[in-house]
């Protein structure tokens, strides 16, 4: 009898090494990070302490401001560090592959399931609501677009298809809000159903590219409708 294989155990990157790299990266695009994380900690705890001494109870609201303090900051931080994150990846090849891939709860993307000779590329991702194709480059993307289209059709009959085209243009969906509009599609599939999807597409596979440098924000929760 064969022996089922142990799964070797997940090495997870420590959360402290994490916030120091998102910190790099945040203070390599935004020099002033650290000034106004400071001033926001010293704010928030000067307005509790005052507060404490209109009440008469200064070290009990000195107390309670730390934490919010803290905690303050470290949101002004999450959100400085996610635009940082996207700035630093734009206008790169892969960049919306790279965003794509980012978001770990139900979705595979492949990247450049269809490419041409400019750089112009197409990555499809499948979750729940169906198969998302997603467009980089020129005007020459709408080719490839459709070339990807037909061999989801092809292969995936009946599932639903949705096309985006990354940009700041009309009718475009900026980098930094593509992960927001991949979670306002509808869920029409199930979980077999998906996965199914998933194993028919991979007979159209993509190319092996380098995604763009720069830790990108993890385990980013799609919104839910």
Do not use: C
């Not at 700035?87 to 978001?103: D, F, T």
């Amino acid at each position: 009898m064969f022996k089922r294989k142990k799964k070797e155990p997940k090495i997870r990157e420590p959360r402290f090494k994490a916030i120091r790299d998102a910190y790099s990266l945040t203070k390599n695009v935004k020099p002033w990070i650290g000034s106004v994380l400071a001033l926001i900690f010293v704010v928030v705890l000067a307005a509790g302490i005052g507060i404490g001494f209109a009440v008469g109870h200064p070290y009990y609201f000195g107390f309670i401001s730390l934490p919010l303090a803290l905690l303050a900051s470290l949101f002004i931080f999450s959100r400085v560090a996610l635009n940082a994150s996207f700035a630093s990846v734009e206008g790169q090849m892969g960049a919306a592959a790279s965003v794509l891939m980012a978001i770990r709860r139900g979705w595979t993307t492949t990247p450049a399931v269809q490419v041409n000779k400019n750089q112009d590329m197409v990555h499809r991702s499948v979750g729940r609501a169906g198969i998302v194709l997603t467009a980089e480059g020129t005007f020459a993307t709408r080719q490839l677009l459709q070339s990807a289209r037909k061999d989801a059709e092809r292969f995936a009959p009946g599932v639903p298809i949705y096309e985006i085209w990354v940009g700041d243009g009309e009718g475009q969906v900026p980098l930094r809000k593509l992960q927001k509009h991949v979670g306002k599609f509808k869920k029409t599939l199930s979980a077999h159903q998906m996965r199914e999807v998933r194993a028919r597409l991979k007979a159209v596979g993509g190319m092996s590219l380098p995604m763009p440098k720069g830790p990108m924000p993890k385990n980013v929760r799609v919104p839910k409708r």
